[in-house]
């Protein structure tokens, strides 16, 4: 049996640390003691380790899975979702998200095939088709992690969300995801602030295949809206609570701003591939996924430098190039 990894972290709130099988090892989840019952935010991936280790927790404050009346998940990530339609299963809790991806998660219907569009726009912003494959294995063996759901009901931005410690205040924090949600209690000022800041690291800001507006810009405007609130404590979704989130939130404005100015340096005086920009910039000796995440994490700059007419992408073979203005 697990050890309970439980915390209080406000009044009538605590963390749960989940384990994960990845080079990112855990996830925090987060219990609030509601009106006629317990309300949990985010829930893990869909692990054998990680549903004991929950309700291992769960148990050591004396809930049980029909104690949890509503399940909210923050975002479609797998680590923050994954296990969410096992959990409701077992508590006959509803499961809500923000609207905007909750299709994203429902099952796949009779003429998608799985990783298709994924794949399509890999290729399209220049990783080999080999390689492309290689990752859709990845992808088939890592989506047991996470169990897809037609959820029953959305999160709204600017939604309240009452507990025993006061209110939540529903709070838009894309750039990470589409629809990112951070939840704020002003009561207590403390902001889980779920993958929208990170203690130690900068969260992954990416283009994706089902994202491909402006992250970066989105993100931008997520930093805007949460300095501007009182916060005493961060609490994250992984890593340990922590202060200082305005220090935080300008540091991280500096770091995007010098990571565009690095991209615009290793641009050559030819149209260049994303992927290709990527190694430049992040190295080529990194695993599959590593150097999948830098691809999505350069189109992000450079989505948001085209629109500010720094660079302009092109087309050369079908496969989108990138050059300076």
């Known amino acids: 049996m697990p050890t309970p990894k439980v915390w209080p972290v406000a009044e009538s709130a605590w963390q749960i640390r989940l384990p994960l099988p990845w080079a990112l090892t855990s996830v925090n989840v987060f219990l609030f003691r509601g009106r006629n019952g317990y309300i949990l935010l985010d829930t893990g991936i869909r692990s054998d380790d990680c549903l004991l280790a929950l309700e291992t927790s769960l148990r050591s404050l004396g809930v049980s899975w029909s104690s949890i009346k509503e399940i909210l998940v923050s975002h479609l990530h797998p680590d923050h979702l994954g296990a969410a339609a096992e959990i409701r299963r077992r508590s006959g809790a509803p499961v809500r998200m923000p609207g905007r991806e909750a299709k994203l998660v429902e099952p796949l219907g009779p003429n998608r095939k799985f990783f298709a569009e994924a794949a399509e726009f890999l290729v399209a912003n220049g990783i080999p088709a080999d390689q492309v494959e290689i990752m859709r294995q990845q992808a088939k063996a890592g989506a047991r992690a996470s169990e ?6 959305s999160i709204s931005a600017g939604e309240s969300i009452e507990f025993h410690g006061g209110t939540l205040e529903v709070v838009p924090a894309p750039g990470h995801s589409p629809a990112q949600m951070c939840f704020y209690c002003p009561g207590q000022r403390v902001l889980f602030s779920a993958d929208a800041i990170l203690p130690r690291v900068t969260p992954n800001i990416g283009v994706q295949w089902f994202y491909q507006d402006d992250p970066l810009g989105d993100y931008f405007k997520t930093l805007a809206g949460l300095e501007a609130r009182e916060v005493k404590t961060v609490i994250p979704s992984h890593g340990r609570p922590f202060r200082g989130h305005r220090e935080w939130i300008a540091n ?14 290793a641009m050559s005086n030819e149209p260049v591939d994303a992927y290709k920009i990527a190694g430049s910039v992040w190295g080529e000796d990194r695993s599959l996924m590593d150097r999948r995440f830098a691809m999505a994490e350069a189109l992000s700059h450079l989505h948001y430098m085209a629109l500010r007419q720094q660079v302009e992408k092109v087309s050369i073979n079908g496969i989108a190039h990138w050059q300076q203005t």
């Open 148 to 153: 897809r759901l037609v959820v029953d009901g």
């Open 252 to 265: 991280t404005r500096r770091h995007h701003v010098r990571r565009c100015k690095t991209i615009l340096e």
